[in-house]
T-cell receptor, first 114, second 115 residues
Framework: DTEVTQTPKHLVMGMTNKKSLKCEQHMGHRAMYWYKQKAKKPPELMFVYSYEKLSINESVPSRFSPECPNSSLLNLHLHALQPEDSALYLC?????????????FGPGTRLTVL | AQKVTQAQTEISVVEKEDVTLDCVYETRDTTYYLFWYKQPPSGELVFLIRRNSFDEQNEISGRYSWNFQKSTSSFNFTITASQVVDSAVYFCALSVGDSSYKLIFGSGTRLLVRP
């Protein structure tokens, strides 16, 4: 299995809702990532988990809360989002969290905040 | 500081034409890695190639080829005999050092291949 899966594919939520994005990989990778991508822009790194521990938080607002329940799963909990948070959220994984490892990306969740 | 520049915002070609996507990078590190990713309309970024700073050999994979030149800090990507399925946004990215998790992306080049 060489893919990263993400659910849901699309999500529409109001500013007072609480929702979660899920990401799963079964490649035995030990590093997992969340990216945010606005239209016509490159992905921006949000969080990195290495061996199930949060190793990087790129100054992301607390309304985004990551969680890594085990080495295969990565969640992103969303609460009190703003319309400007509407974007494509991409999950990725790599064998280790090193600069030479290519990252494998999932198809993304397209989030719309009303 | 590290930076990746993809000066071509959008390229349009007719099927079967060859096309080159430019990538220029900046870093003071001697150890770094360069990547190309393809993002089709479906949204998923597809890994195409990784090249490390100590290996300047060019690479060919089918219709794809990459030209890495440290002298000009460039890592250009050529598609030979382009096809409609090549239409996508292509990102060049840089990762530096031994323990950096971060991919520094260029702004991307949107390639449209017309039938």
């Amino acid at each position: 299995d060489t893919e990263v899966t993400q659910t849901p594919k699309h999500l529409v939520m109001g500013m007072t809702n609480k929702k979660s994005l899920k990401c799963e990989q079964h490649m035995g990778h030990r590093a997992m990532y969340w990216y945010k991508q606005k239209a016509k822009k490159p992905p921006e790194l949000m969080f990195v988990y290495s061996y199930e521990k949060l190793s990087i938080n790129e100054s992301v607002p607390s309304r985004f809360s990551p969680e890594c329940p085990n080495s295969s799963l990565l969640n992103l909990h969303l609460h009190a989002l703003q319309p400007e948070d509407s974007a494509l959220y991409l999950c990725a994984s790599s064998p280790e969290g090193n600069s030479y490892n290519e990252q494998f990306f999932g198809p993304g969740t397209r989030l719309t905040v009303l | 500081a590290q930076k990746v520049t993809q000066a071509q915002t959008e390229i349009s070609v007719v099927e079967k034409e060859d096309v080159t996507l430019d990538c220029v990078y900046e870093t003071r590190d001697t150890t770094y890695y360069l990547f190309w990713y393809k993002q089709p309309p479906s949204g998923e970024l597809v890994f195409l190639i990784r090249r490390n700073s100590f290996d300047e050999q060019n690479e060919i994979s089918g219709r794809y080829s990459w030209n890495f030149q440290k002298s000009t800090s460039s890592f250009n990507f050529t598609i030979t005999a382009s096809q409609v399925v090549d239409s996508a946004v292509y990102f060049c990215a840089l990762s530096v050092g031994d323990s950096s998790y971060k991919l520094i992306f260029g702004s991307g080049t949107r390639l449209l291949v017309r039938p």
